[in-house]
């Protein structure tokens, strides 16, 4: 018996140094974006400079499980905000494991559906537990207590109607997807899920440009950049979220070249596991 | 035994409705196992029936929506018949609801329990220290990451979240103690039997818990009897039921791990002498791996060196998150806030033993073998068993 309560202080000493190391490490008063390494998909954590959680995709398993314990603290097991850039096994399946790890307080998508059995599943899961959810289009916005902006500037309506005629996302080809612009003070990210050329120009269009980070869209795809759109956007740094050795040989020559033609500092989930960007706000650093 | 068992296996065999590379088949079953997940899908066996006899079909399927075991599910679909079985990929499954059944009625129950125990853990820390926990108390698997239990395989640990041994005797040892106080002797070892039947099916009724299991209950029953039973014969008779129960088991890599491993252990261990401690668990993985060798080698490729090290270094923490997160359980069914506590007491221990399987896991294998041929196979276990003998007779 004695020996058990001897163990027992010491677990509780330990606890207590986790506890203290990590207040100091995840509540920094800094913006954290992740870009999560989940594989062939898509799963981006963001740690507001006040600590609240908002995940963009869930990746196409539970890696992004792992993801998420890296970079919140343990204690923390509330996401404030969810959001599904487009209703695709890559980037969905992994939002049902984190619906039941974690307490989400609101979800956000593309109003598209899809007829897979893995979209039913998270939509009868979010039903469950009576998240709130809501659909959004370009131009709808979230202003958060900390100054972080979050701006939704793809797609808009019409785009999503002449791309998906009946609410139901295409396998291929054209297809609507969540673009989504980060700002924190003098900081931007835009993150672009599977989105492709027409969306992003669009988006160009109505007053998009100059970002500091650039999620390369659809892993590398071939369509989802060209050189206009990145004079435009003129990033600081590109990240792309890819698997190893995946099926689709993503990324492609054709976006990799076009990047170093520019020279835009590039970086790979499939060779750097997760990317971690910190900003105060004016700097920015990768970890 | 050996002749019956022999008599079983022909008949079994030859009995097996035929079934053709390409045939569609359609069937009711009761899935008895828990499907495992593996990153997009998932996999489970299901029993066909066919007039007197069965046979069992391997089935992968998109990983939702998810089975779970005790599900009444009706299956469609093509087989594919390869090398290593009869296999069917994505076929058509709907669950049926009809509770009448008593045996799946308590499976069900027994599910929902499992599942509250799942979101206790999953909700209080993150993963893979919750699911690593789960494993560790109840060899629940589902909820591993595919990355972590890459890293536990490779590191040589993968061991610890099989529901085994261990498990039974803690489950066991603590119900005949804690009722022994005001209970006859006799009716808290019987209680404890209950408690292990209770425990193998809410771990999920893998092979290596029913071989423990089985065992377990021996050596209770022999208690109530007033007897003194040998491991070597409780063995011996588990592989024996399980076997006649159910003859493609010798093909399961859990069913030959499980056996080899208890075999290695009763029979190899005593030669290394009395230890204590840590070194005492040292010397039981050696004993086990030297016995597991080409089984590991044949069916996962890579076999590192530093399993031996990462064991040594892990092991002590089993029995205390164990108890701890047992304890934490239990109380976290009944008040979930006092649970949380103790689980979170589990955390630093947790973040230790992740620590060391990820750092060994990154190292990866020391031996890795392309294939394997029988030929060495039963030249290493002649010569394991021919020394075996040897050391005996000096």
């Known amino acids: 018996m004695r020996k058990y309560f001897l163990i027992g202080t010491v677990l509780l000493f330990l606890l207590g140094c986790i506890l203290v190391y990590q207040n100091i490490t995840y509540n920094d008063k800094k913006l954290h974006v992740v870009i999560c390494d989940v594989g062939q998909g898509d799963a981006i954590f963001i740690r507001t400079p006040r600590g609240s959680d908002i995940l963009i995709d869930g990746g196409p398993d539970d890696s992004v499980l792992s993801c998420l314990g890296k970079h919140m603290p343990f204690w923390d097991r509330t996401i404030e905000l969810m959001i599904l850039t487009h209703p695709h096994a890559d980037h969905l399946n992994g939002l049902i494991t984190v619906l039941n790890h974690y307490k989400i307080l609101s979800f956000v998508s593309e109003s598209l559906i899809n007829k897979t059995a893995g979209f039913s599943e998270l939509i009868k899961v979010i039903a469950n537990q009576k998240i709130k959810t809501r659909y959004v289009y370009a131009g709808d916005r979230f202003l958060l207590s900390d100054s972080l902006n979050i701006q939704i500037v793809g797609p808009n309506k019409e785009f999503l109607q002449t791309t998906s005629p009946n609410g139901l996302i295409g396998e291929s080809g054209e297809f609507a997807s969540l673009e989504i612009l980060v700002k924190y003070n003098f900081f931007s990210a835009l993150l672009t899920g599977d989105s492709q050329v027409m969306e992003l120009k669009d988006a160009i269009s109505s007053g998009l440009k100059d970002v500091d980070l650039l999620q390369i869209p659809h892993h590398g795809s071939r369509f989802g950049l060209d050189q206009e759109i990145l004079n435009v956007l003129s990033p600081k740094i590109a990240v792309i979220s890819v698997g190893k050795n995946n099926k689709y040989s993503h990324p492609t020559p054709f976006i990799l070249d076009l990047l170093k033609s520019l020279n835009i500092k590039t970086l790979r989930t499939d060779q750097m596991g997760d990317i971690e960007v910190i900003s105060d706000g004016k700097e920015w650093r990768i970890k | ?394």
């Open chain 2, 1 to 394: 035994m050996l002749l019956i068992l022999g008599f079983r296996f022909y008949f079994f065999y030859n009995n097996q409705p035929q079934l053709t590379d390409g045939q569609e088949i359609n069937f009711e079953t009761t899935i008895l196992s828990q499907p495992q997940a593996v990153g997009s899908r998932q996999a489970f066996t299901a029993n066909y029936k066919n007039q007197s006899a069965s046979r069992r079909i391997r089935i992968t399927t998109s990983r939702f929506p998810e089975i779970n075991y005790g599900d009444f599910v009706r299956i469609s679909g093509k087989i594919s018949n390869q090398n290593r079985g009869v296999l069917m990929y994505f076929p058509k499954i709907e669950t049926v609801n009809n509770s009448s059944n008593i045996l799946q009625s308590s499976l069900k129950s027994i599910n929902i329990l499992r599942q509250k125990l799942i979101s206790l853990f999953s909700q209080t820390l993150p993963s893979p220290s919750s699911s690593l926990l789960l494993g560790i108390i109840f060899g629940i698997k589902e909820q591993m990451p595919k990355d972590f239990s890459n890293n536990l395989k490779t590191s040589g640990v993968f061991h610890v979240i099989a529901a085994s041994g261990m498990n039974v005797t803690l489950v066991g040892g603590f119900i005949s103690a804690g009722f022994a106080f005001f209970l006859k002797r006799q009716i808290a070892i019987g209680l404890s039997i209950l408690g292990i039947i209770f425990y193998a099916v809410l771990a999920g009724l893998e092979p290596s818990i029913i071989r423990a299991s089985i065992m377990g209950i021996l050596v209770f029953s022999a208690q109530i009897m007033g007897r003194q039973t040998l491991a070597v014969n409780g063995l011996v008779l588990a592989g024996f039921t399980m076997l006649y129960i159910d003859p493609t088991l010798l093909s399961d890599v859990g069913f030959q791990l499980s056996f080899v491993a208890t075999a290695g252990i009763l029979y190899i261990k005593p030669l290394f002498g009395k230890q204590e401690g840590i070194v005492s668990e040292v010397s039981t993985t050696i004993a086990a791996q030297i016995a597991t060798l080409p089984i590991l080698l044949a069916n996962f490729g890579v076999y590192s060196i530093y399993s031996i090290l990462v064991n040594g270094l892990v092991l002590w923490t089993v029995p205390i998150l164990m108890m701890i997160g047992g304890i934490g359980a239990i109380l976290g069914l009944i008040l979930a806030p006092l649970g949380q506590l103790l689980i979170y007491l589990c955390y630093p221990l947790l973040l230790y033993f992740e620590m060391i399987v990820n750092f060994f896991g990154k190292i990866g294998g020391v031996i890795s073998i392309q294939a394997l041929s029988w030929e060495f196979i039963a030249g290493y276990y002649c010569l394991l068993i021919s020394a075996l003998i040897f050391s005996k007779r000096k």
